[in-house]
């Protein structure tokens, strides 16, 4: 089995959020989200449980918890990819608890059948009991001694994928942690055990409403700015700005692959800024073209520095700033654009208007792609019993 370096991969997506990207054996690569409150610290999901996350964090405490608080775990929802990792919090000191959304205990209740483990050989979720059940509207506070709205989460249920998803807004950052409701280039599921299409449509107008009311929250993520260390060698240092052509996100797309940069016929730097500075999203957009992606970012000579390009100075903690929301998904990408949620809408709005035809069908779903989002559908919600 994978070291716990090899395991999980450490990001920083700004100055409060970190997201750790488990690399498991079931390519699910799930997005484990670490918020920095002022007085403890939030885990959102807990990935696969092939390693020890909470060792793992105890590992890199400089960066992900540097006063050493205590650690509260709230799964999105309970697919095996966000609650098997669970485990490693159970009767752990500094665990303030495990919390799920109780917009449907039941189904949350009955994870072994309802995670998904049972569909991929050797993947497991051991026993574990919800501490902490969320209401809609809740408000997780970040600070104890000052329970300020903008210090805190807001628990928003969004069933569609699941019966029991949330979302989590986090006033201070204006960042909505999405879950699995929504992510760019790869299939959105609506095919998983109590999947609900009318649901989802209801859950993303809900969400999208919901964005509307909080537009004139003022942005106070760098309230008590942390003091972090020099660049660390274990962080994947973006800089979206930075040239092509010495460009470290270059170099990881390049090394994941096992490509050679003079072989490629494509622009690896352009790719990554049409997915907004995501390396993951362009694997991503890579993979579901076959590799067919020059149309999108023409080859260019800048794939790898030349001898006569000086490189720059060792990239910093730096991250892009955005003035509005920004989405945060549970695969795939941490930085989606609020307008996203619209794009959702009006793919399932074209698909009912039979606009858009799925381009593949397989056990009763179909494929439904326009821009950067695809859908599995139910054929018989959308066409009937045609």
Same mark, same amino acid.
């Given at each position: 089995?994978?070291?716990?370096?090899?395991?999980?991969?450490?990001?920083?997506?700004?100055?409060?959020?970190?997201?750790?990207?488990?690399?498991?054996?079931?390519?699910? !690569?799930?997005?484990?989200?670490?918020?920095?409150?002022?007085?403890?610290?939030?885990?959102?999901?807990?990935?696969?449980?092939?390693?020890?996350?909470?060792?793992? *964090?105890?590992? =890199?405490?400089?960066?992900?918890?540097?006063?050493?608080?205590?650690?509260? #775990?709230?799964?999105?929802?309970?697919?095996? $990819?966000? @609650?098997?990792?669970?485990?490693?919090?159970?009767?752990?000191?500094?665990?303030?608890?495990?919390?799920?959304?109780?917009?449907?205990?039941?189904?949350? =209740?009955?994870?072994?059948?309802?995670?998904?483990?049972?569909?991929?050989?050797?993947?497991?979720?051991?026993?574990?009991?919800?501490?902490?059940?969320?209401?809609?509207?809740?408000?997780? !506070?970040?600070?104890?001694?000052?329970?300020?709205? +903008?210090?805190?989460?807001?628990?928003?249920?969004?069933?569609?994928?699941?019966? $029991?998803?949330?979302?989590?807004?986090?006033?201070?950052?204006?960042?909505?942690?999405?879950? $699995?409701?929504? !992510?760019?280039?790869?299939?959105?599921?609506?095919?998983?055990?109590?999947?609900?299409?009318?649901?989802?449509?209801?859950?993303?107008?809900?969400? =999208?409403?919901?964005?509307?009311?909080?537009?004139?929250? +003022?942005?106070?993520? =760098?309230?008590?700015?942390?003091?972090?260390?020099?660049?660390?060698?274990?962080? @994947?240092?973006?800089?979206?700005?930075?040239?092509?052509?010495?460009?470290?996100?270059?170099?990881?797309? #390049?090394? @994941?692959?096992?490509?050679?940069?003079?072989?490629?016929?494509?622009?690896?730097?352009?790719?990554?800024?049409?997915?907004?500075?995501?390396?993951?999203?362009?694997?991503?957009?890579?993979?579901?073209?076959?590799?067919?992606?020059?149309?999108?970012?023409?080859? /260019?000579?800048?794939?790898?520095?030349?001898?006569?390009?000086?490189?720059?100075?060792?990239?910093?903690?730096?991250?892009?700033?955005?003035?509005?929301?920004?989405?945060?998904?549970?695969?795939?990408? $941490?930085?989606?654009?609020?307008?996203?949620?619209?794009?959702?809408?009006?793919?399932?709005?074209?698909?009912? /208007?039979?606009? *858009?035809? /799925?381009?593949?069908?397989?056990?009763? !779903?179909?494929?439904?792609?326009?821009?950067?989002?695809?859908?599995?559908?139910?054929?018989?919600?959308?066409?009937?019993?045609?």
């Amino acid at each position: 089995m994978s070291s716990q370096k090899e395991a999980f991969t450490l990001t920083r997506t700004s100055e409060r959020v970190w997201k750790i990207v488990e690399s498991d054996p079931w390519k699910q !690569y799930p997005f484990i989200y670490v918020l920095i409150g002022w007085d403890k610290i939030i885990l959102i999901d807990s990935g696969c449980g092939t390693q020890n996350l909470h060792h793992y *964090i105890l590992q =890199n405490k400089t960066l992900l918890n540097p006063h050493e608080w205590p650690i509260l #775990l709230i799964v999105t929802h309970t697919h095996f $990819d966000h @609650i098997g990792g669970v485990t490693h919090f159970c009767g752990q000191e500094g665990c303030l608890g495990i919390c799920c959304g109780s917009n449907n205990k039941t189904f949350s =209740n009955n994870y072994e059948t309802n995670s998904l483990a049972l569909a991929f050989p050797g993947a497991k979720v051991k026993n574990f009991e919800v501490s902490q059940w969320l209401n809609d509207g809740d408000l997780i !506070y970040l600070d104890d001694k000052d329970k300020q709205k +903008s210090k805190s989460l807001e628990v928003i249920f969004t069933p569609g994928h699941t019966p $029991d998803s949330i979302a989590l807004y986090f006033h201070g950052g204006k960042r909505l942690f999405v879950g $699995d409701s929504l !992510y760019p280039f790869t299939a959105i599921h609506l095919d998983c055990l109590g999947s609900n299409l009318p649901d989802y449509v209801s859950s993303m107008n809900k969400l =999208n409403k919901f964005l509307e009311t909080v537009k004139s929250d +003022s942005k106070i993520e =760098n309230l008590g700015s942390l003091v972090l260390s020099a660049p660390d060698p274990r962080v @994947i240092h973006k800089n979206i700005d930075s040239p092509v052509a010495v460009r470290s996100d270059v170099t990881e797309f #390049l090394g @994941i692959l096992g490509l050679d940069s003079s072989s490629v016929t494509f622009d690896v730097g352009a790719l990554i800024d049409l997915c907004d500075g995501s390396v993951e999203s362009a694997l991503n957009l890579y993979l579901s073209n076959d590799g067919h992606v020059g149309d999108f970012v023409p080859a /260019a000579h800048h794939n790898s520095p030349t001898s006569d390009e000086t490189p720059k100075a060792p990239l910093d903690l730096t991250y892009k700033s955005y003035d509005d929301v920004r989405l945060s998904c549970g695969h795939v990408e $941490d930085n989606l654009s609020a307008s996203s949620l619209s794009e959702i809408l009006t793919l399932i709005g074209h698909v009912q /208007a039979g606009l *858009i035809h /799925a381009s593949h069908v397989d056990s009763g !779903y179909g494929e439904f792609s326009q821009g950067i989002f695809t859908l599995l559908l139910p054929m018989k919600e959308i066409y009937g019993n045609k």
